[in-house]
């Protein structure tokens, strides 16, 4: 079984600022990990994906994250924060490929101050 | 790349109707989707998966009679909510595996969300 624990259910940052958004998983097999962003009354979009291969994974709009099995996280950062950056943001675990069923964090809302 | 497409995006319903949400995949043929429900400020909640030319597999404590899955073509899952009820009310999202390519193009076996369907029930 596999389970995800988003610390933080809203986070907040000046434009410009650091962001980091915090996910600790768990799972019996090796993971696939997943950050997700959502804005209001759509759909999810994949921001980045490990995969097995490099631990630190870059994905779309500046932001990256890394898998660290000794801490069994996979924190989402990005530099520098931008107003368009305001969302929601998930992360999701699945035990076999990137199609296979997800289970989702409790999600963290990203507010951007400027 | 890849769109999976929801219809309807917004539906208001009377108590005691039948909604139904189409799920579609666009350039590419999924066996497999996904249906989730999403309470407001709250996470996915995977309700059941879809596979084609087959029962849907419906998650623990999901009336399977309450939420009817139909997945009759690769590029197309129905979700109907029967008799639907105010507390039915929520934003449904489904999820298809690009499972086998179409025109040339090799699955990448991705998994692509559609926009959501948001569902009130009066």
């Known amino acids: 079984a596999q389970s995800v624990t988003q610390l933080g259910s809203h986070v907040s940052v000046s434009e410009g600022a650091l962001v980091l958004l915090r996910c600790n998983y768990s799972?019996?097999?090796?993971?696939?990990l997943f950050w997700y962003v959502q804005y209001p009354n759509q759909g999810l979009q994949l921001l980045l994906k490990?995969?097995?291969?490099?631990?630190l994974v870059k994905g779309i709009n500046g932001f990256e994250a890394e898998f660290k099995k000794s801490e069994t996280s996979f924190h989402l950062t990005k530099p520098s924060a931008h107003m368009s950056d305001a969302a929601e943001y998930f992360c999701?675990?699945?035990?076999?490929?990137?199609?296979?069923?997800?289970?989702f964090g409790e999600g963290t809302q990203l507010t951007v101050n400027p | 790349g890849a769109v999976v497409s929801q219809h309807p995006s917004w539906v208001i319903c009377k108590s005691g109707t039948s909604v139904k949400i189409e799920c579609r995949s666009l350039d590419f043929q999924a066996t497999t989707m996904f249906w989730y429900r999403q309470f407001p400020k709250q996470s996915l909640m995977l309700m059941a998966t879809?596979?084609?030319?087959?029962?849907?597999?419906?998650e623990q404590g999901v009336e399977k009679d309450k939420f009817l899955i139909n997945h009759a073509s690769l590029t197309l899952s129905t979700l109907t909510v029967t008799s639907a009820h105010p507390e039915d009310s929520s934003f449904y999202i489904c999820s298809a595996r690009d499972s086998t390519g179409t025109s040339g193009r090799v699955s990448t076996g991705e998994l692509f969300f559609g926009e959501g369907s948001r569902l009130t029930v009066l």
């Open positions: 799972s019996s097999v090796p993971p696939y």
């Open positions: 879809s596979n084609e030319g087959s029962k849907a597999t419906y």
């Open positions: 999701a675990v699945s035990a076999l490929t990137s199609g296979s069923r997800l289970t």
């Open positions: 490990y995969t097995s291969a490099a631990t």
